[in-house]
T-cell receptor
Framework: KQEVTQIPAALSVPEGENLVLNCSFTDSAIYNLQWFRQDPGKGLTSLLL?????REQTSGRLNASLDKSSGRSTLYIAASQPGDSATYLC??????????FGQGTRLTINP | EAGVAQSPRYKIIEKRQSVAFWCNPI?????LYWYQQILGQGPKLLIQFQNNGVVDDSQLPKDRFSAERLKGVDSTLKIQPAKLEDSAVYLC?????????????FGPGTRLLVL
């Protein structure tokens, strides 16, 4: 059974810092890995999707890496801003479009 | 393009009562998902529809939860009778057919509180 773990559960940093969020998964047989953002009272928004054959994806100040063999992914946020405050979730696709989510990292960027 | 619509946004009921949630996916999206997200946890898939057929309902508590997708468009999720542990946010998502279905588009969710 696939299990996804995110560390830390919560993170608070001052504005402008670079930061890394971690995600690990137990079964390396995945189709892809996605990072989502969730704002309070709202649904999830997809940030980055990494196919199993890829090593990383970049979008603006966000960079996600994938090491499938070790079951790890990181989300790097450069030059953090207060607007980046949200919960970040990683999810792996195991087949038939089924996503297994981690519990999320609640990020607070302090002005 | 309109997003995934869900209603109601909030619901408070007492245990043993019944409740129903409604979801309208993005037009043309063949696949529809219902997730349960308990506070402090990631979403857990309850049921997945492909058009109006069920693809995966392995984590749906079938003794109290039921879902249907009429005509392959809108969907309803029902809980009868509700328990305290059903308090959660219920998220609906949809994805288009083909490779574009890699990404799921989520609605705002229905927040359920069972007292």
């Amino acid at each position: 059974k696939q299990e996804v773990t995110q560390i830390p559960a919560a993170l608070s940093v001052p504005e402008g810092e670079n930061l890394v969020l971690n995600c690990s998964f137990t079964d390396s047989a995945i189709y892809n890995l996605q990072w989502f953002r969730q704002d309070p009272g709202k649904g999830l928004t997809s940030l980055l999707l990494i196919q199993s054959s890829q090593r990383e994806q970049t979008s603006g100040r966000l960079n996600a890496s994938l090491d499938k063999s070790s079951g790890r992914s990181t989300l790097y946020i450069a030059a953090s801003q207060p607007g980046d405050s949200a919960t970040y979730l990683c999810a792996v696709r195991t087949g038939a479009q089924k996503l297994v989510f981690g519990q999320g990292t609640r990020l607070t960027i302090n002005p | 393009e309109a997003g995934v619509a869900q209603s109601p946004r909030y619901k408070i009921i007492e245990k043993r009562q019944s409740v129903a949630f409604w979801c309208n996916p993005i037009s043309g999206h063949a696949t529809l998902y219902w997730y349960q997200q308990i506070l402090g946890q990631g979403p857990k898939l309850l049921i997945q529809f492909q058009n109006n057929g069920v693809v995966d309902d392995s984590q749906l508590p079938k003794d109290r939860f039921s879902a249907e997708r009429l005509k392959g468009v809108d969907s309803t999720l029902k809980i009868q009778p509700a328990k305290l542990e059903d308090s959660a946010v219920y998220l609906c998502a949809s994805s288009p057919p083909g490779l574009a279905g890699e990404t799921q588009y989520f609605g705002p969710g229905t927040r359920l509180l069972v007292l």
